[in-house]
């Protein structure tokens, strides 16, 4: 199993581009999460969807729209990138109800997508 | 949601335990204590799990006491490899309506 994985791994872009970061799963989670990491800074939920078909603003959800694809795929999109979005994206997800651990807790992580906005 | 409070960082020397304590003075009835470890340039990595007492992994210990508004992860005998970022997590298991938040955690560093 690959477990989350995220592309790309690396992205310059100028401001105002739009470009939209894609994450997979193949863990068969319901929930899936969008973080974003400045340096030495802790994450920050960006968007998060509980199942498929549902989704949900984080903490920092301003400038950015996210799309739940099916089970297995939750997409980042930046419209109009400014600076400030400059940053470590990480899409994580986690099982469902009836998981041992619960289903927020235990997040399995990408290895992230590290952004520049020019 | 509880809110939680660690040590910014941690030195250690290698092959010492090291104690990282989180408070989180109001947590709730249904609320889990989780830590993940984050190494540089990686995602975080969930370590340890528990609701009350003691829980032991073969990475970690975690002790939680009766009141439960703090607990201590314990990383017995650390290697230089243990350098990393700690978070400590609260929230409910189960109820899956509010996502867990990541602080900034406790940076610990290993020295030789």
């Known amino acids: 199993n690959a477990g989350v994985t995220q592309t790309p791994k690396f992205q310059v872009l100028k401001t105002g581009q739009s470009m939209t970061l894609q994450c997979a799963q193949d863990?068969?989670?319901?929930?899936m999460y969008w973080y974003r990491q400045d340096p030495g800074m802790g994450l920050r939920l960006i968007y998060y969807s509980a199942s498929e078909g549902t989704t949900d603003k984080g903490e920092v959800p301003n400038g950015y729209n996210v799309s739940r694809l099916n089970k297995r795929e939750f997409s980042l999109r930046l419209e109009s990138a400014a600076p400030s979005q400059t940053s470590v994206y990480f899409c994580a997800s986690s099982g469902g109800q009836g998981t041992t651990r619960g289903w927020h807790n235990e997040q399995f992580f990408g290895p992230g997508t590290r952004l520049t906005v020019l | 949601l509880a809110k939680t409070t660690q040590p910014i960082s941690m030195d250690s020397y290698e092959g010492q335990e090291v104690n990282i304590t989180c408070s989180h003075n109001?947590?709730?009835?249904?609320?889990?204590i989780t830590w993940y470890q984050q190494f540089p340039s990686q995602g975080p990595r969930f370590i340890i799990q528990g609701y009350k007492t003691k829980v032991t992994n073969e990475v970690a210990s975690l002790f939680i006491p009766a009141d439960r508004k703090s607990s201590t992860l314990s990383l017995p005998r650390v290697s230089l490899s243990d350098t990393a970022v700690y978070y400590c997590?609260?929230?409910?298991?189960?109820?899956?309506?509010?996502?867990?938040?990541f602080g900034k955690g406790t940076r610990l560093s290993v020295i030789a």
């Open positions: 109001n947590i709730a009835t249904n609320d889990y």
């Open positions: 863990m068969n989670h319901n929930s």
């Open positions: 997590l609260v929230g409910d298991a189960y109820s899956g309506n509010t996502p867990l938040v």
